[in-house]
């Protein structure tokens, strides 16, 4: 099955430090990927997405992502974490070609910003 | 430019009951989306509108829940009757086309609650 898989349900860092999280997909064909951010009582809100144009994608509020083939990972970062920050993130894939158009995601990871 | 707004956001219901859910996507997108997750796990896929027609909904679980998206604007999803195991939350997302590329825009969502 195609799918996409986060490590860690929870994720930790100290204000200041670096961010990281971890997504890898397994399919045969490189799939597109999108990372989401949601934030208390709000709806998921796109960070970045690969689109199979570079390989190094940026978002917004300073993250970016990697799109790893070698390692079938897109793992997200961010060089120093705000408090602002703390929410849940999904990482998603979907197919780039085919009539089947729905996000596939991963279980999410909460990431907590301590002070 | 308004968002995705989805109606109610929470809502507890008995089982057995009738819950209907509606998604009022961003004026324009003729693509509709339905996604639910279930306490905590992934973020699953339940079916795609294109306009007023249903285009997948391979992710539907079961001839207890209908969705329907009447003149291609708003869209419902009713769940009737109610058991314990539909119980979480239940986004919509919208998009303007239906490209693999394309973004999806999502709702606060509606969290359903089945006693």
């Known amino acids: 099955a195609q799918s996409v898989t986060q490590l860690g349900s929870h994720v930790s860092v100290s204000e200041g430090a670096l961010v990281l999280l971890r997504c890898n997909y397994s399919?045969?064909?490189?799939?597109?990927l999108f990372w989401y951010v949601q934030y208390p009582n709000q709806g998921l809100q796109l960070l970045l997405k690969?689109?199979?144009?570079?390989?190094l994608v940026k978002g917004i509020n300073g993250f970016e992502a990697e799109f790893k083939k070698s390692e079938t990972s897109f793992h997200l970062t961010k060089p120093s974490a705000h408090m602002s920050d703390a929410a849940e993130y999904f990482c998603?894939?979907?197919?780039?070609?085919?009539?089947?158009?729905?996000?596939?995601f991963g279980s999410g990871t909460q990431l907590t910003v301590l002070p | 430019e308004a968002g995705v707004t989805q109606f109610p956001s929470h809502s507890v219901i008995e089982k057995g009951q009738t819950v209907t859910l509606r998604c009022d996507p961003i004026?324009?997108?003729?693509?509709l989306y339905w996604y639910r997750r279930v306490m905590g796990k992934e973020i699953k896929f339940l079916l795609h509108?294109?306009?007023?027609?249903?285009?997948?909904e391979s992710g539907m679980p079961n001839n207890r829940f209908l969705a329907e998206r009447t003149g291609g604007t708003y869209s419902t999803l009713k769940v009737q009757p109610a058991e314990l195991e539909d119980s979480g939350v239940y986004f919509c997302?919208?998009?303007?086309?239906?490209?693999?590329?394309?973004?999806?825009?999502f709702g606060p969502g509606t969290r359903l609650t089945v006693l």
């Open positions: 997302a919208s998009s303007q086309g239906s490209t693999s590329t394309d973004t999806q825009y």
């Open positions: 399919s045969s064909v490189p799939p597109y």
């Open positions: 690969y689109t199979s144009a570079a390989t």
């Open positions: 998603a894939r979907r197919a780039p070609t085919g009539s089947a158009r729905q996000l596939t």
């Open positions: 004026s324009g997108h003729d693509n």
């Open positions: 509108f294109v306009k007023e027609s249903k285009q997948d």
